[in-house]
Structures are given as structure tokens and as C-alpha cells.
């Protein structure tokens, strides 16, 4: 596979830590652009200088290795000069959604027993709500905007006073299998558990992407910087001394002005985002630009037409909190148009049964994990040993995954566990039936749910959002369905919503919402005679 090979584990002191090679490419890479977005680049000598001022303003500010610092701040430049900087420090970042309000926010900031937050100034209002709820908290300083004089338990203060005019080094104090961040998971069926991130981890991550991007490469960013998202794409840009352009947010009309505007030549793609760059009309100019190489993850049904209409590579890979692309394809040239990849190099992969069985290809079960290198998958779930005794069970990781392998030892997405259906003693895929609904012209996404049959297994709703101007009824995508898979996967119910399929804020469809809303609002298939 092209990826990069394993280094040894006598790495010396230094190794596999962001910040450190940082540091060395600002020596040796001083005036190569960095990072970019709208009116604002740094080099890497400036990158590095900059974390300096943060890292000494916030130790000045009392922080010290092993505090933890929330961050509920927008994605872009200072988000990452920031958490780098909590990174020289042997300080535990710990980013939150800046949609979280509510008990969702005041669990994270009292689990993760922050005691300073970063937080962007029209977020104030959130936090004043939960004053009297979270008894770690010691200070709040606002980022971009007045501190308020609201009284609270904690010290206001305004996030500039942490950005010292000291541009000193500091003294290199964590190792790779120290914490980084603490990154929360979405947690739909319950509390969020917060995955311990170590340095290692975060590098090993970003191993595969680097080996497939260039020094001279311009990578695109616009994932939320609250997730993994924020290490892996920025750790794969410095790795391989490329630059990164930034976006806060992904934009379908914006993304192709920003990838020429900034010489964009790599980005990644997730979810639905392809079919929102296919539903836009197609243009005389469609491959009128630098971009060449996609990360597209899962592979969209409609896969030949994306790399055709915009001239572009395509690789893959699966990835959770836990681990560290633990499948990939052979870079950029893909085994067939369905498959997660295999194992990279250093990762053992199995699918088992529920007794942790090793199954035989072909067959459907849950995907385990080892990885031969210390420190590659994450460091447990913070204050939740059950929770991490349950996940390694075995001596596995279990990552909750449906999968199946060929006899080639490809590794097949098939669904996750706890989405699962089974219909006239059929268990089906609903990974696989979103593929043939999302293959649809009209069909912007969608999710296949299981509902109760009143049979004793189960029926499926599908769950449709359109593209703009779209007038698919569910009677049509129903015909157009049934020479496409076997009646048992036809679902019974089609629901088609005039807005987006309800997300998760790291943008994944929340199938319990949608099995919980029932069929009252779906279209029901005629029964047959």
C-alpha cells in the first residue's frame, strides 16, 4: 500500500508529537505559507511564534500540564494556534460544539472538570444559563469581544490578555503517549463518553493522508475543528509540509471559488457533501480548477460521475475517535468502488460473531482491532473505566461496526450494530439501502431505519431530503427502488422531509430521531396480493 511505513518504537523523546515538528519546521521551512483563510497566512516560522504568545499568555494565566482547557470557539486559524499552543503546555484541550447549550455543554464542561474555558463572545448567554451548574469552572475568558460584567462563580476575562507578547520557546514537556485532548463522542443513544486523545495518536492518524499529500500541495479545510477533524487534517498538512487554506464551515456554493481562489489541490469529503457539489447545476467550468486529489468517506453511490465531472482522485478510508484509520484504500487508486480499504500497515482487523469468533469472508459481523505500535488508538474513555474495559474486551477493539471481507481481504462498510434490521428473516444493511436511495438524481441524502412491522421483526422507513428544486414524490423513488434491490429491502414506508436529515454536531444522521418519529408522517407502500 502507499502509505507511510511504521517507524519503530524507539523513537526518541521528540517523536510523534505535532508541536515539535512544528517547532522544526519553522526552522527549516521558515517562509512557507502555513496557513490561510480569507485575508490572513502565516508562515511557519510566524505559526510558530504565534503559538508561543498563546502558550505563555495562558501559562501566565495559571495553567499548567495535565489542566484541562475547554474550547467552544469558531474553526480557524486561532483555534488551531490555540490548541497547539495548550499542546506545549502538556495542557488537555477540550473542544466543544459552539452549538452546545443546555445540559449537553454542562455535561462535557463537568466531566472533562475544566477549569478554563476560551470562549467566543456571542456564546456568553450560554454560559451565564448554566452559572449555578458548573463548580470546576474558575474562568472564562472571551474570545473576539468585551468580557461582561455578569456576576458568575467564575472570573471573566478577555481571551487577548492570553496572547502574550512573548514569542519564547518553551520547554518540550509531553511525550507521545501523554493526553492531548479529550474529544467527546456524539453520544445519541446516551451521555457522550470522552475519548482520551494522546499525541501519538493524533500523529498516527494523520499518517496515512500525509503519504498521499505533497510539500506543494494546498490542502482544503472546512471540517469542524471541535472533532478529530482538527488534528487529522492539520497533522497531515505538517507532516507533509503542505499548506492549509481554511473555511469554518463547508459551503457547496463556496467551495469552488475558495479551491481556486486559494490553488486548493486536496480535500476531504464526508457524508453527503458530494451530493451537494453534484446537485449543483454542472458548469462549463466544472474541472476549471487546481483541486485533484478527494478523501470521500463513505464512497457515494454515484462515485464515477463525481470523479468525471470534476477531474478528480479519488481515496477512502474508516476511522473512528478511538483509533487511527485503521482501513484505507491503496491511496489513490481504489480496489472497486464499494469497499472501506484494508488494514493499514501495523493493524490486525477481524470480523467476529457476538462471542468474538473469528467469522470467514464473506460473512457479516462486527469489526475488532489491535494495532501492533504502542499509543495508536486512543488512551481509553476519560473517567469511564467500564465503558473502556467494555470497548477492549478481549484484548480487542470493538468498534461497534457491522462489517464483511472478500476473499481478497477487502473490508466492507455493512452498517453500524445498533442500526441494524431484520426483515422476513432477512438481516439487511441499511448502509446498503441509502446507496441505492442516494443514487437517485433527486436525492439529496437519506437514512433507512427499522419500524416495528407488527409481526415481530421488523419494516423500513426511509427517510429522504431532495435536492433544491426537486419534486421526487415517495410513490416514484418507491418505483424506482424496486428494480434496484430485493423486495425485502424495498422499504414499506418513504418519508420525504422539506429540510436536512436531523444531524449530530460531528454531522451524522441521527437514526434514533428518526426511528422514534414512527410512520404517521410516511408514505406507505400498497400491500401486495
Not at 447 to 456: L, R
Request: net charge negative; glycine share 6%.
Amino acid at each position: 500500500m502507499t502509505t507511510p511505513d511504521i517507524a519503530p518504537t524507539d523513537q526518541p523523546f521528540f517523536g510523534r508529537v505535532f508541536h515539535y515538528l512544528l517547532e522544526d519546521r519553522a526552522a527549516s521551512a521558515a517562509q512557507k505559507p502555513c496557513l490561510v483563510m480569507d485575508d490572513r497566512s502565516l508562515t511557519w516560522a510566524e505559526a510558530d511564534a504565534d503559538v508561543n504568545r498563546w502558550a505563555n499568555g495562558i501559562a501566565a494565566a495559571g495553567v499548567a500540564q495535565g489542566d484541562r482547557v475547554l474550547l467552544m470557539i469558531p474553526s480557524g486559524i486561532d483555534h488551531i494556534l490555540i490548541w497547539l499552543a495548550l499542546c506545549k503546555l502538556g495542557a488537555i484541550m477540550v473542544p466543544v460544539n459552539d452549538a452546545y447549550h443546555g445540559a449537553m455543554l454542562r455535561h462535557q464542561v463537568n466531566d472533562s472538570e475544566a477549569t478554563l474555558a476560551i470562549v467566543a463572545a456571542h456564546h456568553v448567554p450560554v454560559w451565564i444559563a448554566l452559572a449555578a451548574d458548573l463548580p470546576h469552572l474558575r474562568q472564562i475568558a472571551v474570545l473576539d469581544g468585551a468580557a461582561p460584567d455578569t456576576p458568575a462563580p467564575w472570573g471573566w476575562s478577555d481571551a487577548a490578555a492570553l496572547h502574550s507578547t512573548n514569542a519564547a520557546p518553551l520547554p518540550r514537556v509531553v511525550q507521545p503517549h501523554d493526553p492531548m485532548a479529550i474529544f467527546y463522542t456524539s453520544g445519541t443513544t446516551g451521555p457522550s463518553k470522552g475519548v482520551l486523545y494522546s499525541y501519538a495518536q493524533a500523529w498516527t492518524t494523520a499518517e496515512v493522508p500525509a503519504g498521499w499529500c505533497a510539500p506543494d500541495d494546498v490542502f482544503y479545510m472546512f471540517l469542524p475543528m471541535f472533532h478529530v477533524g482538527l488534528s487529522q487534517m492539520f497533522g497531515l498538512t505538517l507532516l507533509a509540509g503542505a499548506t492549509m487554506a481554511i473555511r469554518p464551515r463547508f459551503s457547496a456554493s463556496a467551495f469552488w471559488p475558495d479551491v481556486r481562489r486559494h490553488g486548493a489541490t486536496m480535500t476531504i469529503l464526508l457524508s453527503s457533501m458530494p451530493n451537494f457539489l453534484l446537485s449543483r447545476p454542472p458548469s462549463p467550468d466544472d474541472r476549471d480548477h487546481t483541486l485533484t486529489k478527494a478523501i470521500v468517506i463513505p464512497l457515494p453511490a454515484d462515485l464515477d460521475t463525481l470523479k468525471s465531472r470534476f477531474g478528480l482522485q479519488v481515496a477512502t478510508w474508516f476511522n473512528m475517535t478511538e483509533v487511527s484509520v485503521p482501513l484505507c484504500s491503496d491511496g489513490f487508486t481504489l480496489t472497486n468502488p464499494t469497499s472501506a480499504g484494508r488494514p493499514r500497515p501495523g493493524i490486525t482487523a477481524r470480523i467476529v460473531d457476538d462471542t468474538d469468533t473469528p467469522l470467514p469472508p464473506g460473512s457479516t459481523g462486527e469489526l475488532v482491532l489491535r494495532a501492533d505500535r504502542p499509543w495508536d488508538f486512543c488512551l481509553g474513555y476519560w473517567k469511564n473505566p467500564t465503558k473502556t474495559v467494555e470497548a477492549w474486551r478481549n484484548l480487542w477493539f470493538h468498534t461497534g461496526d457491522a462489517f464483511r471481507t472478500d476473499a481478497a481481504g477487502n473490508f466492507y462498510f455493512v452498517d453500524r450494530l445498533k442500526d441494524a434490521i431484520r426483515r422476513r428473516g432477512e438481516n439487511i444493511s441499511s448502509f446498503e439501502v441509502e446507496r441505492e436511495l442516494d443514487s437517485h438524481p433527486d436525492v439529496l441524502e437519506s437514512a433507512a431505519v427499522a419500524v416495528p412491522s407488527g409481526m415481530g421483526e421488523d419494516d423500513i422507513k426511509a427517510v429522504v431530503a431532495l435536492k433544491p428544486g426537486a419534486t421526487l414524490t415517495a410513490p416514484d423513488l418507491y418505483a424506482y427502488l424496486i428494480p434496484r434491490l430485493p423486495a425485502y429491502m424495498v422499504p414499506r414506508y418513504i418519508e420525504i422531509l422539506s429540510t436536512d436529515l436531523p444531524k449530530t454536531p460531528t454531522g451524522k444522521t441521527v437514526k434514533a430521531t428518526l426511528r422514534a418519529s414512527g410512520t404517521a408522517a410516511a408514505w406507505e407502500a400498497p400491500a401486495k396480493s
